[in-house]
């Protein structure tokens, strides 16, 4: 005879399984600064880079090989990431072109509206006020800064990026009257960063809501520096740059390891969506930091690969399958529309982005997109479009250049003069696409 308590239990199991099977997932989007492509143990470029948690992250989900940022420069690129558009729709080319203006409506703004609980930990970047009507007149470290995260769709947050912050909660969890205010601390950067984030991981499970969760991490950008126990680590690497970028980084991969242990503590790992991504390339020349682009061409501030395509990993263990490489291109835009998908949210048409899970799991076959573009300016226009396996470049007025990304991932060999039908084509795309931009001023020439 059957015992109605344990057929009453048995169903309320199954029913509780399967609300928690469908339950949204947290979402993590992890943004380092200045990463080259080369820095991770999981890419095979180097084996002097010890990554042992953002390998095991990449190991966890999918591996996206051609994974691209908005712009080889930092604000641009956030912009690009936060928007989900490209970022020259509302101006934001280059980083003189700050602040972010008020009426881009970002991806915090967008998950708080579906019932996210929404934290920014780390550096912002488009709350400087450099250009535009606005020029000079907001601190980024400003608590009244209306370009801050705190009124941009956050509704936790501690922004900064070395040892001043304006922060909602302190290091240690707890609120702060009066909030948005400043925060000094004595940590370094990148555990500082970390801690804000755990607690705030912590803070979230005590609600009924899931959480959107962005840590922006400042490194391994200059200032190179890295607390004395990680340069001990990397003691036999002769180069004083790369030690210390070494050491940048290892500090960020246990940030990553503290992250994914704290999701583990609350059982919330296996429904919690992670993108690990770089803003733009490592930097070259005096600005380096130690990072590495190998094996591709050029550096931050290029439009080579070198500058824009980045270290992309998705992970979700839940719905995406382990140990995955994807090779067709993705980008950066594609952030804030799958966050948008697993929320259960439609996709706003002003996006350019797409939900990436589809193409991640196999129910799609084709690629999310057939050409992506860039227009970056550093005195002069510098032009890309990346045009299914073609990547076509121009320069102000030098001749186009034409590369087969498929067989040629170092952009060694121009192939603009044995293909000049491609290049037509691939410049009508792209002059079709920024006809559609708004015409800016350049601030490297404007007085």
Same mark, same amino acid.
């Given at each position: 005879?059957f015992?109605?308590?344990?057929?009453?239990?048995?169903?309320?199991?199954?029913?509780?399984?399967?609300?928690?099977?469908?339950?949204?997932?947290?979402?993590?989007?992890?943004?380092?600064?200045?990463?080259?492509?080369?820095?991770?143990?999981?890419?095979?470029?180097?084996?002097?880079?010890?990554?042992?948690?953002?390998?095991?992250?990449?190991?966890?989900?999918?591996?996206?090989?051609?994974?691209?940022?908005?712009?080889?420069?930092?604000?641009?690129?956030?912009?690009?990431?936060?928007?989900?558009?490209?970022?020259?729709?509302?101006?934001?080319?280059?980083?003189?072109?700050?602040?972010?203006?008020?009426?881009?409506?970002?991806?915090?703004?967008?998950?708080?509206?579906?019932?996210?609980?929404?934290?920014?930990?780390?550096?912002?970047?488009?709350?400087?006020?450099?250009?535009?009507?606005?020029?000079?007149k907001?601190?980024?470290r400003?608590?009244?800064?209306?370009?801050?995260?705190?009124?941009?769709?956050?509704?936790?947050?501690?922004?900064g990026?070395?040892?001043?912050?304006?922060?909602?909660h302190?290091?240690?969890?707890?609120?702060?009257?009066?909030?948005?205010?400043k925060?000094?601390?004595?940590?370094?950067?990148?555990?500082?960063?970390?801690?804000?984030?755990?607690?705030?991981?912590?803070?979230?499970?005590?609600?009924?809501?899931?959480?959107?969760?962005?840590?922006?991490?400042?490194?391994?950008?200059?200032?190179?520096?890295?607390p004395e126990?990680? *340069?001990?680590?990397?003691?036999?690497?002769?180069?004083?740059t790369?030690?210390?970028?070494?050491? *940048?980084?290892?500090?960020?991969?246990?940030?990553?390891?503290?992250i994914?242990?704290?999701?583990?503590?609350?059982g919330?790992?296996?429904?919690?969506?992670?993108?690990?991504?770089?803003?733009?390339?490592?930097?070259?020349?005096?600005?380096?930091?130690g990072?590495?682009?190998?094996?591709?061409?050029?550096?931050?501030?290029?439009?080579?690969?070198?500058?824009?395509?980045?270290?992309?990993?998705?992970?979700?263990?839940e719905?995406?399958?382990?140990?995955?490489?994807?090779?067709?291109?993705?980008s950066?835009?594609?952030?804030?529309?799958?966050?948008?998908?697993?929320?259960?949210?439609?996709?706003?048409?002003?996006?350019?982005?797409?939900?990436?899970?589809?193409?991640?799991?196999?129910?799609?076959?084709?690629?999310?997109?057939?050409?992506?573009?860039?227009?970056?300016?550093?005195?002069?226009?510098?032009?890309?479009?990346?045009?299914?396996?073609?990547?076509?470049?121009?320069?102000?007025?030098?001749?186009?250049?034409?590369?087969?990304?498929?067989?040629d991932?170092?952009?060694?060999?121009?192939?603009?003069?044995?293909?000049?039908?491609?290049?037509?084509?691939?410049?009508?795309?792209?002059?079709?696409?920024?006809?559609?931009?708004?015409?800016?001023?350049?601030?490297?020439?404007?007085?």
């Amino acid at each position: 005879m059957f015992n109605p308590r344990i057929i009453y239990s048995l169903v309320l199991a199954f029913v509780w399984s399967s609300f928690y099977s469908f339950a949204r997932p947290n979402v993590i989007v992890i943004y380092t600064d200045d990463q080259g492509y080369a820095d991770l143990g999981v890419q095979g470029s180097r084996d002097d880079i010890v990554t042992p948690n953002i390998d095991a992250l990449a190991l966890s989900g999918v591996r996206c090989t051609a994974g691209y940022s908005t712009s080889p420069q930092c604000t641009p690129s956030r912009a690009g990431l936060i928007s989900g558009q490209y970022q020259n729709r509302f101006g934001q080319e280059t980083n003189r072109h700050g602040p972010m203006p008020l009426n881009v409506v970002t991806i915090a703004d967008r998950m708080q509206q579906a019932g996210y609980l929404t934290g920014m930990s780390g550096k912002w970047h488009l709350a400087v006020c450099n250009y535009g009507p606005d020029k000079g007149k907001w601190d980024s470290r400003d608590p009244q800064n209306p370009y801050l995260p705190a009124y941009r769709g956050f509704e936790e947050y501690c922004t900064g990026i070395l040892q001043e912050y304006v922060a909602s909660h302190d290091f240690d969890g707890k609120p702060l009257d009066g909030a948005p205010v400043k925060l000094e601390t004595e940590l370094y950067r990148v555990h500082a960063q970390t801690a804000w984030a755990e607690h705030f991981i912590d803070r979230s499970v005590g609600t009924d809501r899931p959480f959107f969760l962005y840590l922006s991490y400042y490194a391994p950008h200059v200032p190179a520096v890295a607390p004395e126990e990680y *340069m001990e680590r990397f003691a036999h690497v002769k180069d004083e740059t790369r030690r210390v970028g070494l050491a *940048m980084m290892a500090t960020v991969d246990d940030g990553v390891g503290r992250i994914l242990e704290k999701l583990e503590q609350h059982g919330i790992r296996n429904n919690t969506l992670i993108f690990y991504i770089s803003d733009n390339g490592a930097p070259g020349g005096k600005g380096w930091n130690g990072s590495l682009n190998d094996p591709l061409r050029g550096w931050k501030g290029s439009v080579y690969e070198g500058g824009v395509r980045v270290p992309f990993l998705v992970s979700w263990p839940e719905k995406l399958g382990e140990a995955q490489i994807y090779t067709k291109t993705v980008s950066t835009l594609d952030v804030a529309a799958t966050a948008l998908d697993v929320a259960g949210t439609e996709i706003p048409e002003e996006l350019d982005g797409v939900s990436l899970i589809p193409f991640l799991n196999g129910e799609e076959e084709g690629a999310p997109h057939q050409s992506l573009f860039w227009k970056w300016t550093f005195r002069t226009p510098r032009r890309a479009v990346v045009y299914e396996d073609w990547k076509w470049m121009k320069w102000d007025d030098n001749p186009a250049e034409l590369y087969s990304l498929a067989g040629d991932l170092e952009e060694a060999k121009n192939l603009a003069t044995q293909h000049p039908e491609i290049v037509e084509h691939i410049q009508r795309l792209y002059f079709e696409w920024e006809s559609e931009m708004p015409e800016i001023g350049n601030p490297w020439l404007d007085k």
